[in-house]
């Protein structure tokens, strides 16, 4: 059975994003079919529009969701219809090399629906992130639906990719523990939840970055213990004097820009670490910095995929912590949204006006 509802599409690069009717099919082998409750405006789909993650147009849009499903495949296991899931998009194999040597975090041939869905007359629809979810009916595969208790959906959506990135590349990636020093570039949703995460993992002095006062405001009322406005000091001497003029244990770069994350690297300390979680555009190089002072400083730069997360593991976990009051996701949640309102919530968010747009669909 074919299933018509109304897509957000990104039709063509660089164009305004469009409603549009779209197909999509009963689940077949290892897929499922989600009923979408809440979907995050995440600046990746923004990239998308862009073209810049690929040229794959047209893509069908969203990915940071959450709903029920409504169907599954005949060989689907350990998932019943009815349940309440985050979507990902680290459904693992469990049989590449990465999966087979215990990383399943890392996998390297992680899993999409195989069925297209398609526009009305036929053509083939890329999904964002082999999601695309700004729809109300979406086609993934089973893997891709991480059961997690019923919660808010608007909320619960944003584990699928900005809120797990960003705590994820705190607590997985930079490895931030008790009484750590921790300095994030960038308060967008994703660096703010660095912020969150370094607060959870234990960092007593964590520094924000950004040019607008706005999110820096946003950080310290989610954990941040410092605020820099770069647009008016140098970042990299506003993080020493936080640290005793000794830069910070962990640096995370949330922005995806080469001078930056230069500045990541140069306000860390000795043996310190350096993640980057921002997404960059495909034309962007390396920041131009002496072989000796990566070599000098010691430490690591480690670029963070989703935070490093495993959702099946991470995904139950940080609900728990939402309902126990411990994880303000709820912070994240500027507004809610009606589907025919994407494209202006891209300008919002580039307007650094919101955390998060979430399109909510009941």
């Known amino acids: 059975m074919i299933h018509e509802v109304q897509g957000v599409v990104a039709l063509r690069r660089g164009e305004p994003v469009s409603l549009e009717p779209i197909h999509v099919p009963d689940p077949g082998p290892g897929e499922a079919l989600v009923r979408v409750q809440a979907c995050g405006v995440c600046h990746t789909d923004l990239h998308y529009r862009e073209g810049g993650i690929s040229d794959d147009f047209p893509f069908l849009l969203g990915h940071e969701a959450a709903g029920e499903v409504q169907a599954i495949g005949p060989d689907v296991i350990g998932l019943e219809v009815g349940a309440f899931v985050v979507l990902n998009w680290r459904a693992v194999c469990g049989m590449c090399r990465s999966c087979r040597r215990g990383r399943p975090q890392y996998c390297f041939s992680t899993l999409n629906a195989t069925q297209p869905m398609t526009l009305a007359d036929g053509t083939p629809l890329s999904p964002a992130l082999g999601i695309g979810a700004f729809a109300e009916l979406t086609l993934v595969a089973a893997g891709q639906c991480t059961e997690v208790p019923r919660v808010r959906p608007e909320a619960a959506g944003l584990l699928g990719c900005g809120v797990m990135a960003g705590i994820g590349a705190a607590m997985h990636t930079g490895a931030v523990g008790p009484r750590d020093s921790v300095a994030v570039f960038g308060c967008g949703g994703v660096g703010t939840a660095a912020i969150v995460g370094s607060r959870l993992a234990g960092a007593t002095t964590i520094v924000a970055i950004d040019v607008d006062d706005r999110k820096l405001g946003w950080a310290r009322s989610l954990g941040a213990t410092h605020v820099v406005n ?6 990299v001497e506003a993080v020493r004097a936080a640290t005793n003029t000794f830069g910070a244990d962990v640096t995370i770069e949330a922005v995806g820009r080469p001078e930056v994350l230069e500045q990541a690297f140069f306000a860390r300390d000795l043996a310190g670490t350096v993640v980057q979680v921002g997404v960059p555009t495909p034309e962007m190089t390396m920041p131009a910095i002496p072989m000796i002072e990566f070599f000098g400083r010691g430490g690591a ?16 976990m940080l ?8 994880l303000e996701l709820d912070a994240f949640v500027s507004e809610t949204i009606g589907i025919g309102e994407v494209e202006e919530a891209f300008a919002r968010m580039g307007r650094g006006e919101v955390l998060r747009s979430v399109v909510t669909f009941e």
């Open 230 to 235: 770069s647009s008016r000091e140098d970042p």
């Open 301 to 316: 730069l480690k670029p963070s995929w989703y935070g490093d997360c495993l959702p099946s593991r991470d995904f139950p």
């Open 319 to 326: 609900i728990d912590l939402y309902q126990q009051g411990r």
